[in-house]
């Protein structure tokens, strides 16, 4: 017998969120006419004034657009504009933006009592952007593109691991199927049905169907790994243009049918997206109002933070929302002698955790002192959890010194640090991390990368081990809204994956990964927070990786702009919600 189940999951009790998370006051929406943070809680500037050219600039180009592989926050955030999922965040702040509702799906799945089978019915008539009709079919082959990675690498793997069940499903470039609908575990009994099949309960799936992995594609346009240059859309807008390494235009999307979709206004004409890798040239240009929004939403840099907090009026454009990211310096067990947990120790000794905060801007705009891998938006979180004394701030010689003597390098040792070129925050990061660890003679060469390819540069274990990348920089936040999201992709050992790969740190801990399939068994919210505790400490206990502060973005947004609100299921503006004030560009 199967049941129906509405997704608010009291998440405002829960605090978690997508890929990052929200805010400290979870109350519903209000509106605002303006004001500093007031983005978090309420609609600044609400209007359904229609016209103008949104304009976004980012300081790196999207990694793709592809559904299958965009990975980066902001494009997800992008998604909104062209695709359309099974389900989709509400376009609320505060709480009610936690809310999953249907989007291509007609109602929220229904389950069946074992929790094995999840059957969703689709809208009527989602038509793409050359008008002809989304069918559940599409929504099947969208999904199993995700399982071709030896054409599309890169991409959140969820649904591989979930989904493939021993078949070996190579994706549908060879599928044998003459539909090319050969993956067994999901069905489509007809056009606007389509059931999926787990092997075992995973509780946490809801959110997943709202990835832009679940994003419909016509096989019929299909273009491999092409398909980046013209994604069909059935969202509001489509692509009139897309350059890589410069940005993107979408318009209007005149097959879209607003009666259908109940999150997006679609009030810009245009949407312009401009890559623009200086972010102090990124900072001037909205300040001169000749910018909307930074589409990387990490924060303006120093000097622009220090120009707007002298100045009220431009403060109160600008929002410093809690994004549930966490930034941190992965240590990877495979690079000597980081395989070492002793020496891995030492490096969280001996960095200066202050400098470290410095770099990512302070504690105004760049986050709290990280004492562990859980961010506070999390029912895991344990602030006073500091088995480092990480948030006392300074280096801590002697601990790092003894360290190294129980690892067998007294002397210290080298490594290297990989860090994305066109992140400057965490350029400075890296200088900041070298300047602390040459007190203890742990000798490093920083190792500058492009960062719209980290999937195939650090996201490589076999590059990695090459080049000797013992310490690697990065961000994450929740891919969805519970503590398995945030923490799985990080230390789960089958997550590992050639390509792609975020566990950096390659642990593969038989216990660490027992404890993630009780997490998706459960569905005991006490329970699985307890396990996810269990999980923190273990990495911490492991060493490995060197949590650096719960981040903070400190944003500016151009006044122009209506329907201003953090989309707390991102932690960042909600794009696809502004709309211009006079409607003109």
Not at 523 to 540: P, Y
Request: one cysteine or more; aromatic letters at 8%.
């Amino acid at each position: 017998m199967a049941c129906s189940v509405a997704v608010a999951l009291a998440l405002s009790a829960c605090g978690g969120n997508g890929k990052s998370s929200g805010t400290t006051d979870n109350s519903s929406a209000s509106s605002s006419n303006s004001g500093f943070n007031a983005a978090v809680t309420s609609i600044v500037r609400p209007s359904d004034k229609k016209g103008g050219t949104l304009r976004l600039l980012s300081s790196q180009d999207a990694d793709s657009f592809d559904p299958a592989i965009g990975y980066y926050a902001f494009v997800w955030d992008l998604h909104r504009f062209y695709l359309r999922m099974l389900y989709t965040y509400k376009a609320a702040p505060g709480k009610d933006g936690l809310t999953l509702v249907p989007d291509i799906a007609a109602a929220m799945p229904e389950i069946s009592a074992d929790k094995l089978t999840y059957t969703v019915k689709l809208k009527p008539n989602i038509k793409y952007e050359d008008g002809t009709v989304v069918k559940s079919q599409d929504i099947k082959y969208g999904i199993e593109r995700n399982f071709a990675q030896d054409v599309l690498s890169g991409g959140p793997l969820y649904m591989i691991g979930e989904f493939d069940q021993g078949q070996k499903y190579p994706g549908p470039y060879k599928d044998t199927d003459p539909n090319k609908m050969g993956l067994k575990s999901i069905e489509t009994p007809d056009d606007t049905t389509i059931v999926f099949h787990l092997k075992t309960p995973f509780s946490d799936l809801i959110y997943q169907l709202a990835m832009g992995i679940t994003a419909p594609v016509p096989q019929a346009k299909d273009t491999g790994e092409k398909y980046a240059q013209h994604p069909m859309a059935t969202g509001p807008y489509k692509f009139e243009s897309i350059t890589p390494g410069k940005g993107a235009k979408l318009v209007r999307n005149t097959n879209w049918d607003p009666s259908t979709d109940t999150v997006n206004k679609a009030l810009p004409d245009a949407v312009e997206f401009t890559v623009n890798s200086n972010g102090d040239d990124i900072d001037n240009r909205l300040l001169a109002g000749t910018a909307d929004v930074d589409a990387g939403q990490v924060g303006v840099q120093s000097a622009a933070q220090t120009k707007i907090l002298q100045d009220p009026k431009l403060k109160e454009n600008t929002d410093d929302a809690v994004s549930g990211f966490i930034r941190y310096i992965a240590m990877s067990t495979k690079v000597p002698p980081l395989d070492n947990v002793e020496c891995r120790k030492a490096v969280i000794y001996a960095a200066d955790h202050t400098a470290l905060q410095t770099a990512r801007g302070g504690p105004f705009g760049g986050g709290d002192i990280a004492p562990n891998m859980v961010p506070t938006n999390l029912t895991a979180a344990e602030p006073n959890y500091d088995p480092y004394n990480i948030k006392q701030g300074a280096p801590q010689v002697d601990k790092a010194k003894e360290a190294l003597k129980n690892c067998g390098h007294p002397d210290g040792f080298s490594v290297k640090i990989a860090v994305r070129n066109n992140k400057a925050k965490e350029v400075k990061t890296a200088e900041a991390l070298q300047a602390s660890l040459a007190a203890v003679n742990i000798k490093t060469e920083i190792f500058q990368y492009d960062g719209s390819k980290a999937s195939q540069t650090v996201g490589s274990p076999t590059l990695v081990h090459q080049n000797d990348w013992g310490l690697i920089i990065q961000g994450w936040g929740s891919d969805w809204a519970a503590n398995y999201g945030f923490l799985q992709p990080l230390v789960d050992g089958r997550t590992i994956t050639p390509s792609g790969n975020n566990n950096f740190s390659e642990v593969n801990d038989p216990a660490i990964n027992s404890l993630f399939d009780q997490m998706a068994a459960t569905t005991d919210q006490n329970q699985s927070t307890e396990f996810a505790k269990q999980i923190n400490h273990k990495i911490m206990e492991q060493a490995l990786y060197l949590p650096e502060v719960y981040d903070k973005g400190f944003n500016y947004r151009n006044p122009r702009l209506t329907n201003v609100e953090i989309a707390p299921s991102l932690g960042f503006l909600c794009f696809s919600c502004l709309g211009i004030k006079d409607g003109k560009d």
